[in-house]
């Protein structure tokens, strides 16, 4: 039997495990994309590696683009497709927010060479929004054939949701366990594993994850009595925000060991929870609108209600008992949405620690000290 320590740092080799990920040689040319409203299906059907642009840390050139008060998220993204280090054949932007929109824009006028589409999502959840969507869908569809110089039949969109599904599913399995099992995954590996899922060639991708966790569920099954939980009586977090990446926070919480029992991010939930039904559906466009649509919602939808609503189950289903809510700067539609929020928990009994950040400036001994006296006061 191995020891609680050898095991772990087994299990936290992302290196290893991942190895076939991180050196692909995939040669087929990549469409980027910006939001988890954007069906990844379409581009694999279209014989495309669709990855999510992550941006640059650091800025030069497009800070004269775009205002100073203007969301670091978008003006990395752009110091990312101005520095030519995003080799695309295309990018799909949806009008998930205004600054959204304005890179959209800045991208026709500044990067012709690049084709851009912008899919518009509904801020609705209803059939009526189905449909719509499905519509925008066709459309997203005749720009990506337009791209490749080819069709795509139904067979090919079949194959690629099967595809993601599979990865999907085997995401949430990965979190589950993560969640059960806090004392045996860092918080730096799981959102490591998050990035490289919405980054890498998913046919690789996926059969990585799954002999990763195959690993991990044997290795517990082998060596339970050595892996028992160190944190169970620590106060069991929820974090809450948009897209956060920042390798020194995950690095942080991992150091504090903190209890992170559920999330609520762009980067996790709310990429892969929920399947697109494929077993003896006659339009696959539908149900590929009907599950973006209805998949954990992020804070642009209308009815901020419903995401109450989710919210408020997952804090009683996992036994929340205290929240850290995170943000980008500027972000407006989540900044927006926060004292309704705050309202409730505080309804609730539920504690709440509020932190903004810049995309590519982390001001860690700040942070630190803050999470610190929040998981004291806990």
């Given at each position: 039997?191995?020891?609680s ?8 080799d992302?290196?290893?495990?991942f190895k076939?990920?991180?050196?692909s040689?995939?040669?087929?040319p ?7 409203y954007?069906?990844?299906e ?6 495309f590696?669709p990855a ?11 800070e004269?683009?775009?205002p ?10 752009w ?8 080799s695309l054949?295309?990018?799909v932007?949806t009008?998930s927010?205004?600054g959204?929109?304005?890179l959209y ?14 899919l518009d ?6 059939e ?15 720009f ?13 969109i079949?194959?690629?949701a099967v595809?993601i599904n ?7 399995r ?9 004392h045996l ?11 490289l ?6 046919h ?7 002999k ?21 009586s620590s106060?069991r ?10 390798k020194?926070l995950?690095n942080?919480l ?5 209890n992170?029992a559920a ?5 996790s ?14 339009d696959?466009?539908?149900?590929l609108a009907?599950r ?13 209600g ?7 189950n997952t ?7 205290s929240?850290?809510f ?6 407006d ?7 309704l929020?705050k309202e409730s ?9 509020y ?10 001994g700040?942070?630190?000290t803050r999470?610190?006296?929040f998981?004291?006061?806990?």
């Amino acid at each position: 039997m191995e020891s609680s320590d050898t095991l772990k740092n087994k299990i936290n080799d992302i290196q290893s495990f991942f190895k076939n990920t991180l050196s692909s040689t995939d040669s087929r040319p990549v469409v980027g994309w910006f939001c988890t409203y954007t069906p990844e299906e379409l581009i694999i059907s279209g014989g495309f590696t669709p990855a999510r642009i992550m941006g640059n840390k650091k800025i030069v050139k497009s800070e004269s683009y775009f205002p100073i008060n203007f969301c670091p998220y978008i003006k990395s993204s752009w110091e990312s497709l101005l520095s030519g280090t995003e080799s695309l054949g295309a990018v799909v932007f949806t009008n998930s927010c205004d600054g959204m929109r304005r890179l959209y824009d800045a991208a026709n006028t500044y990067l012709k060479h690049i084709p851009s589409y912008l899919l518009d999502v509904p801020h609705l959840q209803g059939e009526d929004s189905v449909v719509f969507f499905r519509d925008n869908l066709i459309k997203m569809k005749r720009f990506i054939e337009n791209t490749a110089g080819r069709k795509i039949g139904e067979k090919e969109i079949e194959n690629a949701a099967v595809l993601i599904n599979k990865k999907k599913r085997l995401m949430e399995r990965f979190s589950l366990i993560f969640r059960k099992s806090p004392h045996l995954i860092y918080i730096s590996t799981y959102y490591r594993i998050m990035e490289l899922s919405i980054t890498s060639e998913p046919h690789t991708f996926t059969d990585d994850l799954g002999k990763y966790l195959k690993f991990i569920e044997e290795s517990y099954r082998k060596n339970r009595s050595v892996l028992k939980a160190n944190n169970e009586s620590s106060p069991r977090v929820m974090i809450i925000g948009n897209f956060i990446t920042e390798k020194k926070l995950w690095n942080m919480l991992s150091a504090m060991n903190l209890n992170l029992a559920a999330d609520d991010l762009c980067i996790s939930n709310r990429y892969f929870t929920k399947q697109v039904e494929t077993a003896g559906s006659p339009d696959l466009l539908v149900s590929l609108a009907r599950r973006y649509l209805t998949k954990p919602p992020c804070m642009r939808m209308a009815d901020l209600g419903l995401k109450l609503k989710e919210i408020e189950n997952t804090i009683r289903k996992n036994n929340i008992q205290s929240i850290i809510f995170i943000s980008l700067k500027f972000c407006d539609t989540v900044l927006y949405s926060f004292p309704l929020l705050k309202e409730s928990f505080n309804k609730m009994g539920i504690p709440v620690l509020y932190l903004e950040m810049e995309y590519n400036n982390f001001p860690e001994g700040q942070l630190k000290t803050r999470i610190q006296a929040f998981l004291e006061m806990l």
